[in-house]
T-cell receptor, first 115, second 112 residues
C-alpha cells in the first residue's frame, strides 16, 4: 500500500517570502500522480498543483512549483511571493494510474502567513 | 454548475442514532468518492462509485456504513447506530473518469 508522509505539522512564512513544504511517499509503482491540495477554513479541498511521475519536468502553476525527485520519492511544494490568502492546510496526495483513482493523503502542513 | 454540493454542512447527533448525508456531484461527472477526515489528519478514502455502481469500499467502511448512488446522480452516505468515533468531516468529490477531482465543502458530524 502507498503511504504519504508530511513531516512538518506547521510552517510559517512572511508575506512576499518563499516557503517550501515537504512530502515523501512510498510506492512500488513506477507510474502514478502526485498532488498538492489546499484546504482553507472554508474546508473545500482545492487542487494547487499536479505532477505525473513519468514527466521529468517539475510542474509549475504561477507562484507554486514542485521539486519532484522520483528516485528519492520526494515531492516538495514551493510557494513564492507568499500572500495572506495562502494561509491554509496543505495536503500532499498520491494516486495510482489504475482505474480506482482514489487519493492517499498525508497528514497535512498548516501554513501561516505573517505580515 | 455550482460544483459539488454537500448537505448538511453540520450535523450533531446522539450516539446510537442514524444519520444520512447527501452529495450532489458535478452533473457531467461519472465518478463520485466519499472520504472521511478526522481532526489533524488527511482525508481517508471510504468508497467510490462509477455511475450507479459502487466499485470499491475501504475496510474503514464498517457494516454500519452504507452508501448509494441511485441513477448515477446524487449519492447518500448513511451511518447507522452512530458512535463517538464516527465524529469527523465527511468529504465528497466527483470526477470525470480519472480526470481531476472536485471536492465539496464537507459535512461535519459530531456524535455526542
Amino acid at each position: 500500500a502507498q503511504t504519504v508522509t508530511q513531516s512538518q505539522p506547521e510552517m510559517s512564512v512572511q508575506e512576499a517570502e518563499t516557503v517550501t513544504l515537504s512530502c515523501t511517499y512510498d510506492t512500488s509503482e513506477s507510474d502514478y500522480y502526485l498532488f498538492w491540495y489546499k484546504q482553507p477554513p472554508s474546508r473545500q479541498m482545492i487542487l494547487v498543483i499536479r505532477q505525473e511521475a513519468y514527466k521529468q519536468q517539475n510542474a509549475t502553476e504561477n507562484r507554486f512549483s514542485v521539486n519532484f525527485q522520483k528516485a528519492a520519492k520526494s515531492f516538495s511544494l514551493k510557494i513564492s511571493d507568499s500572500q495572506l490568502g495562502d494561509a491554509a492546510m496543505y495536503f500532499c496526495a498520491y494516486r495510482s494510474t489504475g482505474t480506482a483513482s482514489k487519493l492517499t493523503f498525508g497528514t497535512g502542513t498548516r501554513l501561516q502567513v505573517t505580515l | 454548475d455550482t460544483g459539488v454540493s454537500q448537505d448538511p454542512r453540520h450535523k450533531i447527533t446522539k450516539r446510537g442514532q442514524n444519520v444520512t448525508f447527501r452529495c450532489d456531484p458535478i452533473s457531467e461527472h461519472n465518478r463520485l468518492y466519499w472520504y472521511r477526515q478526522t481532526l489533524g489528519q488527511g482525508p481517508e478514502f471510504l468508497t467510490y462509485f462509477q455511475n450507479e455502481a459502487q466499485l470499491e469500499k475501504s475496510r474503514l467502511l464498517s457494516d454500519r456504513f452504507s452508501a448509494e448512488r441511485p441513477k448515477g446522480s446524487f449519492s447518500t452516505l448513511e451511518i447507522q447506530r452512530t458512535e463517538q468515533g464516527d465524529s469527523a468531516m465527511y468529504l465528497c468529490a466527483s470526477s470525470l473518469y480519472t480526470l481531476g477531482y472536485t471536492f465539496g465543502s464537507g459535512t461535519r458530524l459530531t456524535v455526542v
